[in-house]
C-alpha cells in the first residue's frame, strides 16, 4: 500500500501562483510514476502532469497540453515529496487536484492506470 496526502491548495486570483504538495508514504518511492489530475464539476478526471525516475538523479516529466508552459511536476526524494508548481493560473484551473502513483514506472495519462490516490485538494482560481 502507499498512502498519499496533499496540501497546499486555497483560493487564488488568476494570473497567481500556488504549489501543491504530495506526501507519500509506504512504498519505495523511486519505483512510482507519479501524476496530478484535476476534476471540476460536471467534468471528467484530468490528466495534468507526470514524473518517472529514469535513473540516476534523472527525472522525466510529461505534461497536458492546457498546463504546459505554466505547471512544473517536480519530486524531492528525501522527502518522498511530488510537488505542482502552478503559475499564471486562470478560472479554468479551478478544480480539485489529486495526487497519483503508479506501480509500473512509466508516462501514462491516464488515470485508470494509476494504484493509490490521494483525497485531494480544492484549487479555486477566480477571475
Known amino acids: 500500500q502507499m498512502q498519499l496526502v496533499e496540501s497546499g491548495g486555497g483560493l487564488v486570483q488568476a494570473g497567481g501562483s500556488l504549489r501543491l504538495s504530495c506526501a507519500a508514504s509506504?512504498?519505495?518511492?523511486?519505483?512510482?510514476?507519479m501524476g496530478w489530475f484535476r476534476q471540476a464539476p460536471g467534468k471528467e478526471r484530468e490528466f495534468v502532469a507526470t514524473?518517472?525516475?529514469?535513473?540516476?538523479?534523472?527525472?522525466?516529466?510529461y505534461y497536458g497540453d492546457s498546463v504546459k508552459g505554466r505547471f512544473t511536476i517536480s519530486r524531492g526524494n528525501a522527502k518522498n515529496t511530488v510537488y505542482l508548481q502552478m503559475n499564471s493560473l486562470k478560472p479554468e484551473d479551478t478544480a480539485v487536484y489529486y495526487c497519483?502513483?503508479?506501480?509500473?514506472?512509466?508516462?501514462?495519462?491516464?488515470?485508470?492506470?494509476?494504484?493509490?490516490w490521494g483525497q485531494g485538494t480544492q484549487v479555486t482560481v477566480s477571475s
Open positions: 514524473t518517472r525516475w529514469i535513473g540516476g538523479t534523472t527525472y522525466a516529466q
Open positions: 497519483a502513483a503508479k506501480s509500473s514506472n512509466y508516462h501514462s495519462i491516464r488515470a485508470d492506470e494509476y494504484d493509490y
Open positions: 509506504g512504498r519505495t518511492f523511486n519505483n512510482y510514476a
